[in-house]
């Protein structure tokens, strides 16, 4: 009988994260300060403490997981690589389909790889309290337990809307002695404005991020800094932890070449944390296709320029070079919310104008068909983020039935979507429909970046246009 799950013992978890920065064709372009000079180090010290900073900016290949990282990892990692049999069957392809389920995590996605290394790394510099911002709740969730883990406090800026139309992940985020609170807020200067300007608004990501970085860089004791759950460059690696596994898991199974990688990207961290460690070994020469999967209605990588922009609405966020539908951009309401970010991390930007990956886009009523489909064959219901990357993941397993191929598929499983039912519920009751970005508004995005500097596009030491 052919596995099902290939696990990993705790032994053989991975000792040390992998670190893409040293091995990109061309360097990272840095982050650009108010006055267009790059920044130093230093300037981020009030925002994040100086061991994850360090992290940012390194180019050391390897970088150990500490023991205390590791201690925590124990509680669901390794997690379990699985075969897609019953969907293969159902689709007759020759295609053998594997994904990598970090759904088996306490909040239920992939997000406390990074937020539980964060923690660590801010109570070591000796940090008593972290504040963040959420949308649909699945960061906020991710820190809320990983603070709990190390006895640290944690603050959760709250989108409006969410915060009063899905209050399971709140709660979740109370039950781990997180403190969460509606954004616009009137705690933090920011906040208060807004409320003054727009008493009604239902919030957005923007300003929730700048409420959280205003409320740990203006607390006067200096023991509270700012967390972030994607983008960043430590995020990233933190993350290939799921990769690595991966790379041992099909070893083990006597599984040789891997011919195409999927992942969905919001901000880019779950597809970097697969894909990274298969991203070396193209650099090396080996065939593959990788696909980091977005929504049609925000299509970052796939319809928006690389240039340089703020991470934020409130414009607080120093400039990185990255694939950007502008700051100022507001991603219609589709239900994958983890997915709704103007922006892509500069890591991920880079490697797809090396050419090293192909995005693709799909709309939301195809990403729940094949979301169903797959709660149908193998059983588990997933987060509507993680829909994009099985709607890819058919439509290649159907691309090698096509071409009669024995082709080896990878798939990130980001997180399940017992949390996300009402989306469901909207798409059985026909309340869904798909949603094209308009050419003006896509322009209108753009017009806030107009006066930035413009990072040069490197491909392999040449510049191109
Ligand atoms: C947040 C989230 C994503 C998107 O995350 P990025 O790492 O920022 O691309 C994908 N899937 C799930 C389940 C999520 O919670």
């Known amino acids: ?11 053989e978890i991975p000792r040390q994260w992998y670190n893409i920065q040293a091995d990109l064709p061309d360097p990272l372009q840095p982050p650009l300060g108010p006055d267009g000079n790059p920044i130093t180090p230093d300037a981020l010290a009030p925002v994040f403490p100086m ?22 990892y124990n509680l669901w990692r390794p997690t379990p ?36 290394a964060q923690a660590y790394y801010n109570k070591e510099f000796g940090i008593k309290r972290l504040t963040t911002e959420t949308g649909a709740g699945q960061w906020g969730s991710a820190l809320g337990f990983a603070c709990a883990m190390y006895g640290l406090e944690c603050r959760v800026y709250m989108v409006r809307i969410s915060f009063d139309q899905k209050p399971f992940r709140r709660l979740m985020m109370q039950t781990w002695g997180a403190e969460c609170v509606a954004s ?46 994607s983008v960043l460059n430590h995020v990233l690696l933190h993350q290939t932890i799921v990769g690595l596994e991966t790379k041992k898991q099909l070893q083990k ?24 460690p298969f991203i070396l070994d193209k650099i090396n020469g080996a ?30 966020t120093p400039l990185l070079p990255m694939h950007s539908l502008g700051h100022t951009f507001i991603p219609p309401p589709i239900h994958a919310g983890g997915l709704r970010y103007h922006g ?33 064959t193998e059983g588990f219901i997933s987060a509507p983020e993680t829909a994009h990357a099985l709607a890819c993941t058919i439509d290649e397993a159907n691309k090698a039935k096509e071409e009669g191929k024995e ?34 508004e896509l322009n209108n995005g753009l017009k806030a970046l107009e006066s930035f500097p413009k990072p040069a596009k490197m491909v392999r030491g040449k510049q191109v246009p």
Not at 83 to 94: F, M, V
Not at 110 to 115: E, G
Not at 407 to 426: C, E, F, P, Q
Request: proline share 6%.
């Open 51 to 72: 061991n994850l900073i360090e992290q940012e900016v390194s180019t050391e290949r390897w970088i150990d997981i500490p023991a205390g990282v590791l201690e925590v």
């Open 81 to 116: 690589l699985y075969r897609a049999l019953a969907l293969e069957k159902y689709l007759g392809t020759p295609a053998r389909i594997y994904y990598k389920n970090e759904g088996v995590s306490p909040p239920g996605s992939h997000k406390p790889n990074t937020a539980v």
């Open 344 to 376: 892509m991390a500069p890591l991920v930007s880079q490697c797809i104008i090396e050419n090293l990956i192909t995005p693709r886009s799909y709309h939301q009523l195809e990403c729940y068909k094949s979301a169903v489909l797959w709660a149908r």
């Open 1 to 11: 009988m052919v596995a099902v799950k290939t696990f990993l013992t705790e032994d």
């Open 407 to 440: 082709k080896v598929i990878i798939m990130n499983w980001s997180g399940h979507g017992l949390m996300d039912l009402l989306g469901y519920d909207s798409y059985f009751s026909d309340k869904l429909h798909d949603y094209v970005l308009p050419d003006d």
């Open 253 to 276: 199974i006597g599984e040789k070449k891997v011919d195409v990688v999927i992942a969905c990207a919001g901000g880019g961290s779950n597809f970097a944390g697969l894909a990274f």
């Open 287 to 316: 065939e593959m296709e990788i696909y980091p999967v977005e929504p049609t209605a925000c299509p970052t990588m796939t319809r928006a320029p690389f240039v340089y922009d703020h991470g934020d609405t409130a414009t607080m």
């Open 184 to 229: 616009p807020s009137t705690e933090t200067s920011f906040g208060r404005k807004i409320l003054e300007e727009m008493p009604d608004t239902p919030g957005s990501l923007g300003i929730s991020i700048s409420e959280a970085i205003e409320a740990a860089v203006t607390d006067q004791s200096g023991q509270t800094r700012y967390s972030l759950g």
